[in-house]
């Protein structure tokens, strides 16, 4: 596969987590509303880009001829300069479009980025300027710079108001941006404009984001029928069959996924949560082990890792383990990214199980605390307010495992309970510690919690 880097999904741990390829991450999607250890969202990049390639008649293009398909239509040419002068001004854009090309072919996008906007600088109103602006829109998708993508792709759809991929571009801005109900409109363009494989993705995407799950899942299934050589849809389909707690149906997609392309560290992160909620805790190590030699910068690898090393009953391994993917997290270089912080909830929880299954309940309140603060103070309740809940539950139970009763229930009426959330089942999927597990039991038991769990269930 190419040299590409979107969004993965997939999109999750969160992270709608960069993902995508043979050579270069795609770009994950971190914020999706998965619990304790999610999934990564992959999204579309490569297909994407294999649509440029066959709207603008790139066959000849080294880096479009793997999967280059018949060209639809050419980009109209301005005619508001004069002839000579158009001609000249025409090559110079096309030149320097086409070397930001190669820069973004070989994961540079800042190099990318000031070649392109040379390009588009020379008249950024010329239909000649549209490659350009598509392309500096990819090179900000994989620096995840989501404003700037939607501006570009804006400017570019301006130009060529008949692109697919233009659209599908933008659709998955607007879904790392949360905006999922824009995310869908776009996706639905491109799947008016050309209902291929890309549009069905791009848009199962969005509803797996508005949580419409059972649409997500029909249109990954769509996106498979007409691209089954591509890993991008069996990876997010499953993504979507993980969060319909169908895990044996998300391995299998994932061993399709990971089949056409060994070296997607994204994948074999994924499939490590997957084979964590059916059991396989020494498969989820060697996943976890896998994605990280691949990529170190899968965050959510570390605390996968961790928490299989303590189902495995090397507890004091796993507390190494939790230690070393906090510190990771903290000191990561894009230390302020939604994906990081959500990568820093996920290992303060993860390290906080470890503690409490190891007698140390003060550090894991601790741990618990902060994880809680990193979601309340930079908003992300709000796009994973099931993260937040299974924080606090823990929290809960901790406290009443240590006689602090009317705290433990201050706490528990914060809970936004869900069917998930009272299922001790769901609870041991996304890891729960045996010690941890039998004091949640225990506090199920008593009336103020069985009064909710009775209007859940």
């Known amino acids: 596969m190419n040299k590409l880097k979107p969004v993965w999904i997939i999109f999750t741990s969160l992270i ?7 050579n270069v991450q795609a770009q994950s999607i971190p914020f999706v509303t998965q619990p304790q250890l999610p999934p990564v969202i992959t999204t579309p990049a490569l297909e994407i880009q294999r649509q440029v390639c066959s709207e603008n008649n790139m066959g000849n293009d080294p880096r479009c001829q793997p999967y280059y398909k018949n060209p639809q239509r050419q980009v109209p040419r301005s005619n508001t300069v004069a002839p000579r002068h158009r001609n000249q ?3 110079q854009i096309n030149n320097l479009s086409e070397k930001g090309k190669r820069f973004y072919a070989q994961g540079d996008y800042q190099k990318a980025l000031t070649t392109l906007s040379e390009a588009i600088n020379l008249d950024p109103n010329s239909s000649d300027a549209y490659i350009a602006y598509l392309y500096r829109s990819l090179s900000y998708l994989n ?3 989501y404003p700037y993508v939607i501006k570009d792709a804006n400017q570019a759809i301006r130009l060529n108001s008949d692109s697919p991929s233009t659209y599908a571009i933008r659709s998955v801005a607007y879904y790392n941006l949360n905006d999922y109900q824009r995310a869908l409109e776009d996706a639905n363009r491109a799947i ?3 209902p291929n494989g890309i549009g069905y993705l791009t848009r199962s995407l ?4 508005l949580k419409d799950y059972q649409r997500a899942l029909e249109d990954a299934n769509r996106a498979i029928r007409l691209d089954p050589k591509s890993g991008s849809p069996y990876l997010h389909r499953a993504s979507v069959l993980s969060a319909l707690r169908d895990y044996q149906g998300a391995l299998e997609d994932a061993n399709e996924g990971i089949r056409r392309d060994r070296k997607f560290a994204v994948a074999y992160n994924n499939r490590a949560s997957f084979r964590f909620a059916l059991k396989d805790y020494q498969g989820a190590l060697e996943d976890a082990n896998q994605a990280i030699r691949l990529d170190p910068k899968v965050l959510p690898a570390y605390s996968l890792r961790a928490i299989s090393q303590l189902a495995l009953g090397d507890r004091d391994r796993a507390l190494k383990d939790a230690d070393y993917a906090l510190n990771t997290a903290l000191n990561s270089d894009s230390s302020s990214s939604l994906k990081t912080m959500i990568a820093e909830v996920q290992a303060f929880n993860v390290r906080g199980i470890v503690r409490y299954e190891l007698g140390d309940v003060d550090g894991a309140l601790s741990d618990w605390d902060k994880a809680s603060d990193k ?5 992300l309740q709000q796009v994973d307010s099931e993260r937040l809940a299974l924080t606090l539950l823990k929290l809960a139970v901790a406290l009443y495992a240590q006689g602090d009763r009317q705290e433990s229930l201050r706490i528990a009426q914060k809970i936004q309970w869900n069917r998930n959330i009272a299922d001790l089942q769901y609870l041991r999927e996304k890891g729960w510690g045996d010690r941890l ?3 949640t039991q225990t506090f199920f038991k008593l009336s103020q919690i069985r009064a909710y769990l009775a209007k859940i269930r």
């Open 192 to 194: 008016r404009l050309d």
């Open 89 to 91: 001004l025409t090559i």
């Open 437 to 439: 597990f039998t004091d």
């Open 206 to 209: 969005a509803y797996f984001g």
């Open 16 to 22: 709608p987590l960069t993902s995508l390829s043979n």
């Open 375 to 379: 979601v309340t103070d930079n908003g």
């Open 143 to 145: 620096l995840e710079n």
